[in-house]
């Protein structure tokens, strides 16, 4: 009697132990005693590992992960976006009632905002006094080189920002003292929700103000910045959403 | 403004609670996979890019997934399943052209000194076979390449065990054909 042999499709379950012991068991047994269905085995085998070669190939061409795992960290909120989002389903209701288009935006922030990272972005501050730094009129906020843009999205996972899309932000303004320092540099979305680039210019112009007029010292200004920007401008605008006005706030100048 | 009533805070609180442990669960699982998934996005032929932004989004999303009691079996399948949801609306919108494994440069683009050339001209060939498959065939692939089980790859692209055994035969086949190990 002709041997039955092995169809490609058996051979493969059996390979990749997608079969019941019993039909595995006689796959196995039958391949010890057939030359023609191992070679086809082989075969197959060659090909699994053209793929796996192929698929690995794609791993050199990753990105670092260090600077994403960071990015994912600072949207991982203990609590708050979840509060949000539910407060997002109620707030939604009244703005359909008041059928104002800009309440949307105000009150729907969508996805968490991006936030720097203290590991990749500790702030960094000049040694200056805030006499030194009130003596004279506000300077613009220095350009940053394309190069130290670049090095920093990197370190944020952020590859071929989209233009006109961030602004390469001083985390510490140089207004208030912050170091032109690639560690005192993050990545700050124009538009992400609410809390985005131009509510931030807002914070740092009122606490420069707040410590030229001698109610707020600089190390507690550069602190509250480095450390919880969103948090400071809560507290110092005394509102928990940012508000209207500063959403178009323009200040720095785009970082491309 | 007043809350609805059918907001319930206590809720909000115990999730909150629940929350640090949680982010460090995330990231473990985001540390674990997120190569992986990233691999499996570009051999959709998305970019690298889009690819990054689809991984934050799927992580977030498992986030909010597990803080709200979501359930706990098979999370890979669960990830990659709603990676993949996300890769094909991304692709719909944007009409996205050929990736990486689909004919991108990105592996084109590396040195190709002479004692590679032989492997390299294997590689292209065994590229453009797989450039060629249909998606589904693509995607069983890729994902296999992964580790995922047929179980795992039928839940991701909702197609049955057969149809994940069909198709990943068929492709071996023609890689098979194409290196000329058979005719």
Sequence with gaps: MKPQHIPDSDLLLEADGELSAWRAARIRRHLQGCWKCRARKLELEASIADVVHLHNDLAEALPPAEGSRARLRSQLPAGASL????????????????????????????????????????????????????ASEEAEAPPVDAAVARQVFGRYGIRQPAPRTYEMDYLITPALGGARDSLNLWPQPYASGGWNSRVKDALEDKLRTLVCSGQLDLATAQRELAEDWIGAYRRYFRTEQPLMDHFAFVKDRPWE | MELSPSIPLVELKKAADRAPGLESEVVELFDELRGPLLRYLLSLGLAAQDGEEIVQEVFLALFQHLRKGGGRNNLRGWIFTVAHNQAIKLRQRAAAGPGIMNGGDTLDSE???????VRNQHTRRVKAVISALPEQDRACLSLR???????????????????????????????????????
């Design chain 2, 111 to 117: 040195p190709n000194p002479e004692e590679q050339a």
């Design chain 2, 145 to 183: 390449a992964e580790g995922l089980r047929y179980r795992e790859i039928a839940g991701v692209l909702g197609i049955s065990l057969g149809a994940v055994a069909l198709s990943l035969e068929r492709s071996l086949a023609r890689i098979s054909r194409a290196d000329g190990r058979r005719q």
């Design chain 1, 83 to 134: 509060a949000l989002g539910k407060l997002t389903q109620a707030a939604t209701a009244v703005v359909c009632l008041m059928g104002a288009a800009w309440a949307g935006f105000y009150l729907w922030p969508g996805r968490p905002p991006l936030l720097p990272d203290s590991r990749l972005t500790p702030g960094v501050a000049l040694p200056v006094t805030a006499e030194a730094l009130c």
